[in-house]
């Protein structure tokens, strides 16, 4: 479990922001850039809070190749945050500048260097699947053993609207509307 990983390990993380959206999830975008270089990226959605009153996110999903070791990479996230105007005791049904969260880690399972692997939000949020089942839809989750793209497609879509909008990050287009 505490072991380092010398390789290469794909990652999917959750962005999202309900503060200043575009603004953040620019500053979020490039600092992830920064941090790993080439990102893929799935559109950008809009969707109402969840777990508290507040006003609507922008989320998408983003997928990353690090060398990092998990913890690392947990550590240089939440420094991205903070540096983004996230307090370093947020509740987690808050509103926020950004917010990034480790999604998947290659196939990691359980809760690993306090971070809970796969992010169990992926099967409870339209925000964060269908971003990731556009993204990487033939990826499987690392328990359920299926697709994103199956997962999505079982999920109760109407639950939890979600609206794709116009969104580009360094003069390219990342998104437009459905």
């Given amino acids: 479990m505490g072991r380092k990983h010398l390789s290469q390990s794909r990652v999917f993380l959750g962005i999202g922001s309900n503060i200043e959206r575009e603004r953040y999830i620019t500053a979020g975008l490039d600092a992830v850039h920064e941090l790993f270089g080439e990102l ?9 809070a969840v ?6 996110f922008l989320n998408l ?13 947990a550590l240089a996230l939440r420094h991205i945050e ?3 105007g996230r307090p370093e005791n947020a509740s987690r049904f808050s509103s926020r500048q950004l917010d990034i969260d480790i999604l ?10 306090g971070v809970e692997l796969p992010r169990g939000e992926i099967l ?5 699947l269908r971003p990731l089942a556009e993204l990487a ?15 999505w497609e079982e999920f109760d ?10 969104f580009s990050w360094r003069g390219r287009v990342i998104s437009l509307p459905a």
Avoid: W
Wanted: glycine share 4%; aromatic share 8%; with cysteine.
């Fill in 61 to 73: 999903a983003a997928c990353v190749v690090t060398a990092l070791s998990l913890p690392e990479l």
């Fill in 104 to 113: 998947t880690y290659n196939d990691e399972i359980g809760i690993i260097s």
């Fill in 124 to 128: 409870e949020n339209a925000f964060v």
């Fill in 157 to 166: 879509q109407t639950s939890q609207p979600l609206e794709k909008v116009q």
């Fill in 82 to 84: 903070r540096m983004h």
């Fill in 40 to 48: 893929s990226l799935s559109s950008v959605y809009d969707s109402a």
């Fill in 137 to 151: 839809p033939e990826a499987v989750h690392p328990v359920q053993r299926r697709s994103y793209a199956e997962l």
């Fill in 51 to 56: 777990g508290f009153e507040g006003k609507p």
